[in-house]
């Protein structure tokens, strides 16, 4: 037995429901599109392609040496503290932070250890770290470029003027916490041109936000070797926070 046709006015809402439907869903999704994040249209991919070269430019220096500016900020006591200095880096692992505001003070990674003195606040106490304790992320450069794309969530924000010309904007997550790895987020600035690292933010577990400007950066000079030495001063004493015995 024959089943009886549609009744025509069914047919007529059924195919003005389709119209409506397609009226509806289609500017919507071309609206999602133009206002989807940065991060769902490809920024990702710009970012990490920006991060690893620089790391190719950074692994492939023997040896590079910059004027930095940085600033402290410590949230919960409402101050920030600001210095500057020459910063230098020797692969594959030596690292220093040689203050000229305040004098005296340097931070050194030699490859086994970092070492910290700083005799503007305490000049009897020198803090001393493994590398395999975490003494290691000092060096900023490896803690940013060293296979940033296994260790860092990435998203690109841009590109602004920073230092000695236009650099990217990168903003970090870490994908885990511990070791080298002690903050919750950071931005770094990469150059367009050279990929140096111009610039960073970082934000501590503890709220404290480290920013730190780089200026003046020369490749492939000739370090001396005590640069990366460390010998604590008489009359100072060696501590060894915990987790830093390596």
Known sequence: MNEPAPHPTIKIMMNSTVFVLKA??????????????????????????????????????????????????LTLRRRTIRSEGTVCMQQPDRFSMDYSDPDGDVLIVDGEFAWRFNPSIDD???????????????????????????????????????????????????????????????????????NFITALEIRDTNEQIRRLWLTNIRVGIEIPQDAFHFVPPGGTHVFTPPGCEG
């Open 124 to 194: 009897k106490q020198v803090i001393r770290c493994s590398v395999e304790g975490g003494g290691g992320g000092n060096n900023f450069f490896s803690t940013f470029l060293d296979n940033p794309r296994a260790r860092f969530e990435a998203v690109h924000e841009g590109r602004e003027p920073m230092g000695e010309g236009v650099s990217h904007k990168i903003a970090l997550t870490p994908k885990e916490t511990g070791g080298a790895v002690e903050f919750r987020s950071a931005v770094v600035w990469l150059h367009v041109d050279s």
């Open 24 to 73: 509806v869903i289609v500017p919507f999704l071309l609206a999602s599109s133009v206002w989807a994040p940065r991060s769902l249209l490809g920024q990702d991919g710009q970012a990490y392609e920006a991060l690893y070269a620089a790391s190719d430019r950074y692994y492939g220096l023997e040896t590079l040496c910059a004027h930095f500016r940085q600033e402290v900020e």
